[in-house]
């Protein structure tokens, strides 16, 4: 009888630890469906937000409708010098109009490097103007400034 009593003894706690883990179980997942809910009322929420924001946009959009009167300086006809007058014309033209002239003629002679479209691969009648074969587009400009007045 001895060895019975032991028996149902080791049973009884086994029993008593199976069962607790099983409602730990159940109760995380009663967790999550409540922790799932709560976002689900928070998002009306947002979008509420939302709906308000878009009506302070537009009328910051309507505020600058002013258009911008172009500089004086940028529109003073100059006269080009022999070398640019090659590429550009005789006449005198504003310096929007020369760099215009410029990018037409170097498009139409394929001048713009095929890896690089920064860069601009000097011809004859542009290497009078650069004094290099090859320049970028951004020091294009500064070096058209010296062959106007």
Do not use: C
């Not at 630890?17 to 995380?28: G, L, T």
């Not at 070398?83 to 498009?107: H, M, Q």
């Amino acid at each position: 009888m001895a060895t019975a009593k032991k028996a149902p003894a080791k049973k009884a706690p086994a029993k008593k630890a199976a069962p607790a883990k099983k409602v730990a179980a159940k109760k995380a997942p009663a967790k999550k469906v409540v922790a799932k809910k709560a976002p689900a009322k928070k998002a009306p929420a947002k979008k509420v937000v939302a709906k308000k924001a878009p009506a302070k946009k537009v009328a910051a959009k309507k505020a600058p409708a002013k258009k911008r009167t172009p500089n004086a300086a940028f529109m003073k006809a100059l006269t080009p010098s022999a070398a640019l007058a090659a590429v550009v014309g005789n006449s005198p033209l504003p310096r929007t109009e020369v760099v215009s002239k410029l990018w037409t003629y170097i498009k139409k002679n394929k001048l713009q490097d095929a890896v690089n479209k920064r860069m601009i691969n000097a011809d004859a009648k542009l290497k009078e103007i650069f004094g290099k074969m090859q320049v970028s587009m951004f020091e294009m400009a500064g070096l058209i400034g010296k062959h106007l007045k």
